[in-house]
């Protein structure tokens, strides 16, 4: 919980937006998003392949819609949401300009969008990262530098608005606010 309040300190949301998690998990941060925007009457929508966690968001969140599918292949129209956003997932994605790109297809023109990362800023914690790997063994995963991660939201035609660091528990989280381009 911790990090997602810290993550959220660079987030903000305008009244009565419509805001999509690509990888809701359990649906735990968009509440805390949530609770912490709640003079702003969000509308919250998450995705994850994962039908527990999906099932456990709606619990969590009944106001919420929440739909178990990947996110390369989004089932929502073109130009949907006033935000996206990915929290903790882009080193896990096996495709990700694939799911870079679907944000960038659903989210409105003037929208914004916010990737949020394990991303390495100094060759050092790249290496370290990149050896340890994710503990996770059913993903794959791969950590990004910095000019990676820039690189990979440029291809999916995002623009870098701003850059924010933190550090959670020792890892270097680095929060991008996107526009299109």
Do not use: W
């Amino acid at each position: 919980m911790l990090r997602h309040k810290a993550i959220l300190r660079s987030m903000v949301f305008l009244s009565n937006s419509s805001v999509l998690d690509t990888s809701c998990q359990d649906g735990t941060f968009l509440k805390i998003l949530l609770k912490k925007n709640s003079d702003k009457n969000l509308k919250v929508f998450g995705v994850d392949i994962n039908e527990e966690d999906i099932e456990k968001a709606k619990n969590l969140i009944p106001d919420g819609t929440f739909l178990v599918t990947n996110n390369k292949k989004l089932p929502n129209p073109d130009r949907t949401f006033d935000f996206v956003l990915t929290s903790l997932t882009l080193h896990h994605m096996d495709d990700p300009i694939g799911s870079l790109s679907e944000m960038n297809r659903v989210l409105k023109e003037d929208g914004q969008a916010y990737l949020v990362d394990i991303i390495s800023r100094s060759s050092l914690s790249y290496k370290i990262l990149n050896f340890i790997k994710c503990r996770e063994p059913y993903h794959f995963e791969k950590f990004y530098s910095l000019s990676e991660a820039q690189d990979l939201v440029a291809k999916a035609g995002f623009k870098v608005r701003e850059v924010n660091s933190l550090s959670v528990f020792i890892m270097p989280v680095v929060i991008l606010k996107l526009s299109k381009i």
